[in-house]
């Protein structure tokens, strides 16, 4: 397989990543999105490791997925966090953070 | 046979992804991610990373998947609300998402590096995607990312503690406000 | 050894300052003094084990260099936290430091009933350390930093007494004009680092000849502005205006800092840098013709005004002039001596005057004083001994120092005789201002506080007053106490001004032509490299030379005895004829008044202009101008901040869609 193929994969699998962002408003279904848009992009780095015949790139995503792990405890303890305060799980709701 | 086994990989990852965005129960999106961790996994190996597709079925579809179950479940499953404080997102997200797949296929494509078309060399150096070779890299070349990396999970680790652990004022509210 | 030493004698003032200091809340008053005493006194002592150990050394090898830290270490500019010790460095440690010690004496004493003991002394041992880093400092580096910490103590001291408007005026003029010096210095080290790459002191004094040829520009401005600050320093003209002002302060200040130590930093300096002013002997004769000029209108001066202590500061002026003649044509020894011997009699001068102010509670106009003869005999016999000296009376110290730099001019010859013919007027003033003094004060029938003394056997309890202006003042913290000491009452101004005394009497005799010459032999290793080290005149020379001094000061003398005792009468009758010249000299030659026009003036006009019209525009309207921009700025974007997530992450998208786009248009 060529590795065009593996890019373009990638890019669609980020762009439907995206699309959750955009239009779901739970965010716990945030976060899967994100996670999404995360594994396309270690998807990408996969295939530029690939193409190069150079390892550095999967480093890069073992990484990458250190900090995706990082950015769910996070992401998730808000979430537990806000349903304790009995605040709406809804990102539209949760707006009074503004400058 | 790689085709067929990139397609399949392919298609399985793309329809679980959207499932994932797709059904109204979070719960269910947290499984459809589980399968797409699953396909994706695959093709990691057909991208000669045999150590981490092990580490994305063991750590991701394995252990941070299930905290996202204990979550969605914790949390129980809410149904979206049915009006949308700003509808049009639901219109201008997949115009933005599709002219972002536009843009990043063609600033790829159009790169002009030489060895898109092929599928890589062939002479990859043997062990190449090991957990031998990807742990060399990682304690020789590479050590301190890999030690930032781990103090960044410690610091993610407290956050979440202090976060989401109980504070002695809501365990004075509780009992008082789950009576009422 | 030898720098381990001097390293301690810069050590022990400065923990005496810091112990003061900091510990007034929990130190009696009488241990701070104890303190300041003994903090100078070791310092002294180290002093002396440092001449020891100097004079161990065979005469090629008397300099040491010591470092102890790297102060800074920048592009090729290397400077170390070093001290330089050679025959002249100890020669002017040992002078500050015995000084020093016998003025914190009398100052024990004198300042016994100030409410700011603690501070004071203080001070005094900050200022004390910062005059040894001058004069150890082995850099141009270490020399400015000492040169601002003798400013700053200077400035701290006169305005000691901080609620007398006159005070904080006083300290606030001197440290200005003291700055304007330290810019000459800093400008000096900047050229003397760009032609010879280095600021060390030896390697300098080493390069410099190699560098330079005789009067080339740059050695020339080099010196020049070296004068620049030796003259601030050393209130020689035009910058003299600030020491008369500089007497606000206490009387022991004026005695320590502006006669015996801080002011002859200036000759030290050109002293040290003589290998530099030899290369430009033009900038060597400016030093000298201005020391002409000082000591000529500051004897003038001096023979005018008639404020006590003011007296005496011009009379420092004037004899610091005799000491750039002395350095400025080559004698380095004679004005180093010179320097030796006024140290002594000066500050002896000023504590006799301290002594006769008390006694007057605290006024010093010499119209107001007559016949302190019988009522204060021990402080009247110091003011004769320290006029003898100062005149040069034979056999005294001044005699020997005044007239060697004198002799020296006349032997070098030429133009220089000028400069011989101008020092013996000056001599001659110096005879007739010196004992006006003595005329006015001590005999003829006793003025009233003088007869109290006499009568009561303690001070007279005047109005306090500030001596300047006649103002009432407080006798709180920030004034001077409400008692008054004399020496005849108290026994550490007696110490000191006793021990002064007989240096100002026999201090020369350390340097008697052709029997011991023993300030010339020890200074000989740090002047041998000059062109002037073996050219003295003849013993027969100088003889001739102490002779013409003697027959100088003993005319000026009786001048003055016909003046002011014989014909009273003739001196008013003078003032009335010359009322021009009188008014001249009274106010120090329009000195003020000249700097207020030339400089003062111009830059406040400039400041003015600069308030109304370019701060008014430039800077308000640049200031608005900028918040008004941030404000509107910020109302643009802040409607972007909608706290909505997914708005946000449309926003994130732009930019992601920007960076594919970069890359898009790369990639054609």
């Not at chain 3, 936290?81 to 914190?104: K, N, Q």
């Not at chain 3, 050393?234 to 800092?257: K, N, R």
């Not at chain 3, 009432?472 to 110490?495: R, S, W």
Request: a negative charge.
């Amino acid at each position: 397989m060529d590795i065009e193929w593996y890019l373009v994969l990638s890019a669609l699998l980020f762009a439907t990543g995206f699309i959750g962002v955009m239009v779901r408003r739970n965010p716990v279904v945030i976060l899967l999105c994100l996670e999404l848009m995360l594994s396309a992009g270690a998807l990408a780095l996969l295939a530029f490791s690939r193409m190069l015949g150079n390892q550095d790139g999967q480093v890069f995503v073992l990484i990458v997925l250190v900090v995706a792990a990082c950015e769910v405890v996070v992401g998730l303890g808000l979430v537990v966090a806000m349903y304790r305060r009995r605040l709406p799980l809804d990102v539209d709701e949760i707006k009074e953070l503004k400058g | 046979m790689e085709q067929i086994a990139f397609f399949v990989g392919a298609i399985g990852a793309l329809g679980a992804a959207f499932a994932v965005v797709i059904v109204k129960n979070p719960f269910y999106s947290v499984l459809a991610l589980v399968i797409h961790l699953v396909f994706l996994a695959g093709i990691f190996l057909l991208l000669m990373a045999q150590f981490l597709a092990a580490a994305l079925i063991v750590v991701y579809a394995g252990a941070v998947m299930v905290l996202y179950v204990f979550v969605a479940a914790y949390v129980g499953g809410i149904e979206e609300p049915k009006w949308d404080s700003s509808p049009e997102l639901r219109i201008v997200g997949p115009i933005l998402a599709v002219a972002l797949f536009i843009a990043i296929s063609i600033a790829v494509l159009g790169s002009g590096l030489s060895a898109l078309g092929t599928p890589g060399p062939d002479d990859v150096p043997s062990g190449f995607g090991t957990p031998e070779a990807v742990g060399h890299l990682m304690m020789e070349d590479f050590l301190i990312a890999f030690e930032a990396a781990s103090l960044l999970l410690l610091i993610a680790a407290v956050a979440a503690i202090v976060l989401a652990g109980r504070r002695r004022e809501d365990r004075k509210k509780l009992p008082g406000g789950e009576g009422a | 050894m030898t720098a381990t030493w001097a390293w301690l004698v810069l050590l022990f003032p400065l923990l005496g300052s810091l112990t003061i200091g900091f510990g007034f809340k929990v130190l009696p008053a009488r241990v701070a003094g104890l303190i300041g005493i003994s903090a100078i006194v070791a310092a002294f002592i180290c002093g002396i084990l440092a001449l020891i150990g100097l004079q161990g050394e065979p005469s090629e090898s008397r300099h040491v260099a010591s470092s102890l830290w790297e102060y800074a270490n920048v592009g090729g500019l290397r400077i170390d936290l070093g001290i330089y010790v050679d025959p002249l460095s100890i020669f002017m440690v040992l002078v500050v430091t015995g000084v020093s010690s016998l003025i914190h004496i009398y100052s024990y004493s004198y300042m016994k009933s100030d409410q700011g003991y603690h501070r004071f002394f203080s001070y005094l041992n900050f200022f004390v350390f910062s005059m040894l880093v001058l004069v150890l400092g082995g850099n141009f580096i270490m020399l400015i930093v000492g040169w601002a910490l003798v400013g700053f103590a200077s400035y701290a001291l006169i305005s000691y007494w901080y609620r007398r408007n006159t005070a904080t005026k006083a300290g606030m003029k001197a440290f200005v004009i003291n700055v304007v010096g330290d810019i000459g210095l800093y400008i000096a080290a900047i050229l003397i680092f760009k032609n010879l790459g280095s600021v060390d002191y030896g390697t300098v004094f080493e390069k410099a000849p190699e560098v330079f040829t005789t009067n080339e520009w740059e050695i020339v401005a080099i010196c020049l502005c070296l004068l620049v600050g030796a003259f601030a320093k050393s209130a020689q003209m035009p910058f003299h205006t600030w020491l008369a002002d500089a007497m606000e302060g206490p009387t022991p200040v004026s005695s320590l800092i502006h006669a015996a130590t801080m002011v002859t930093a200036g000759v030290y300096l050109i002293a040290r840098c003589h290998s530099l002013f030899e290369l430009a002997p033009t900038a060597a004769d400016v030093a000298a013709w201005v020391g002409l000029a000082t000591l000529m209108i500051a004897g003038t001066i001096a023979i005018a005004v008639t404020d006590l202590k003011r007296i005496i500061a011009y009379s420092t002026m004037s004899q610091i002039g005799y000491m750039f003649v002395g350095v400025g044509i080559g004698a380095y020894s004679a004005g180093m001596f010179h320097l030796m011997t006024h140290a002594f009699f000066k500050a002896l001068l000023f504590m006799a005057a301290g002594s006769i102010i008390s006694a007057m509670a605290n006024m010093q106009d010499i119209d107001k004083m007559k016949g302190f003869r019988k009522a204060m005999p021990f402080t009247a016999a110091m003011l004769i001994i320290g006029a003898l000296a100062l005149s040069g009376f034979p056999g005294t110290s001044g005699w020997f120092s005044k007239d060697e730099i004198i002799d020296f001019a006349h032997f070098r010859g030429g133009m220089y005789d000028w400069m011989w013919a101008g020092m013996l007027i000056g001599a001659f003033m110096t005879a007739v201002y010196s004992f006006r003094i003595i005329f006015r004060i001590l005999p003829g029938p006793a003025c009233k506080e003088a007869e109290y003394l006499e009568e009561h056997g303690h001070v007279i309890h005047g109005e306090p007053k500030n001596p300047a202006t006649g103002e009432l003042e407080d006798t709180e913290v920030g004034y001077p106490g409400e008692e008054h000491h004399i020496a005849e009452q108290a026994g550490g101004m007696k110490f000191a001004m006793s021990v002064l005394g007989i240096l100002a009497l026999i201090g020369g005799l350390v340097q008697v032509p052709g029997v011991d010459e023993v300030i010339t032999n020890f200074l000989e290793p740090t002047f041998e490299d000059s062109v002037f080290a073996h050219m003295h005149p003849s013993t027969h020379e100088a003889w001739v030379g102490l002779g013409e001094g003697a027959l100088i000061s003993i005319l000026g003398i009786t001048f003055t005895w016909f003046l002011y005792i014989r014909r009273p009468d003739l001196p008013v009758k003078f003032r009335e004829r010359f009322r021009a010249v009188h008014a001249l000299c009274v106010n120090k030659w329009y000195g003020d008044e000249i700097i207020d026009f030339l400089i003062v003036s111009p830059v406040k006009a400039f400041g003015r202009f600069c308030n109304r019209v370019f701060e008014r525009f430039a800077i308000d309207g640049a200031t608005a101008g900028v918040a008004g921009l941030t404000r509107s700025a910020g109302a643009a974007v802040r409607d972007m901040q909608s706290g909505m997530l997914r708005g946000y992450a449309v926003l994130m998208l732009f930019g992601i869609l920007a960076i594919a786009i970069y890359f898009l248009i790369r990639s054609i």
